[in-house]
Structures are given as C-alpha cells and as structure tokens.
C-alpha cells in the first residue's frame, strides 16, 4: 500500500515493531508518512538491562539469535531513536502493564504462548518490562 508524505497523524505499533524497527534506517523511513507534530509510538517487549554477551544462566535455553535481535532495554531503544533526525523523542518509559500482559499472553491458546511458558517462569519477573515510546515528528 502507497501513502503520501504527511499522511498520517498517528502511526502505531504494539508487540510488534521490535521485529522489523530495529534499525535507524527504519524509523527514518517512516517519519516522511507523518504529519508535522503528528506521532509515531510503539509499544514492545524488552528487557530491564540489556544482556548483550551476559545473559543470564536461567535465560540460556531460551535466548536465541531472534531474542537477541529483538528484545532489547529502554536505554537501547531510547539510544536508537535518539540518533533519528526529524523526530523528538517525547515519552520513553517501562509501561507498568509488564506483569498483566504477559499473563493474558501466556495464558492464550497460541501456540508460541506456550513455548514461552517456561522462558517466563526461569525469568521470575527479573528481567522483562514493555517499553513504551513515542516521537513527535518536527519540521
């Protein structure tokens, strides 16, 4: 789908952007589709610190090349965006829904749920959160 520049008020992502957004190139790229003043937020999952190479014993079996590309802290994303030209970071905060939401998610009949039933027991509430952002688009 083509949309002209200055298009949108609003763009959104929630549990979704960390797969595809985790590059400066991407959110350069959205920012033409919004209008001045207008916003681009996400909400995702990531982690309290980042682990890079210290990831931790319990975490192991479940860390692999995808959750190492993905799930990352509020710093590494707030880095990240801070580095995009044309847009201000406004709100750049842990969400405090991290507990609620991955109940409702582990209790789903989804598939992937259940795979990651184990992964959130090892974890204990220790290093996950949900990181929420959103920029405001300049001139």
């Known amino acids: 789908m083509h949309f002209a520049y200055d298009y949108f ?13 985790d590059t400066e190139e991407m959110l350069s790229s959205l920012i033409p589709f919004v209008k001045k003043g207008g916003c681009i ?13 210290n990831i931790p014993d319990e ?15 509020l710093d590494w994303w707030r880095n990240l ?26 209790t789903s009949s989804n598939p992937y749920a259940a795979e990651d039933r ?3 027991e090892a974890e204990a509430g220790k290093y996950f959160c949900f990181v929420q952002m959103t920029g405001i688009k300049g001139c």
């Open 41 to 53: 937020a996400i909400a995702v999952p990531g982690l309290k610190i980042e682990f890079g190479e």
């Open 9 to 21: 008020d609003i763009l959104f992502s929630v549990d979704a952007y960390h797969y595809f957004g």
């Open 81 to 106: 965006w801070s580095r995009t030209d044309g847009i201000e970071l406004a709100v750049c905060r842990e969400m405090d829904c991290c507990k609620q939401a991955w109940e409702e998610w582990l």
């Open 59 to 73: 975490m192991k079996p479940f860390w692999n090349d995808e959750m190492k590309r993905t799930i990352h802290s």
């Open 118 to 120: 184990g992964m959130m």
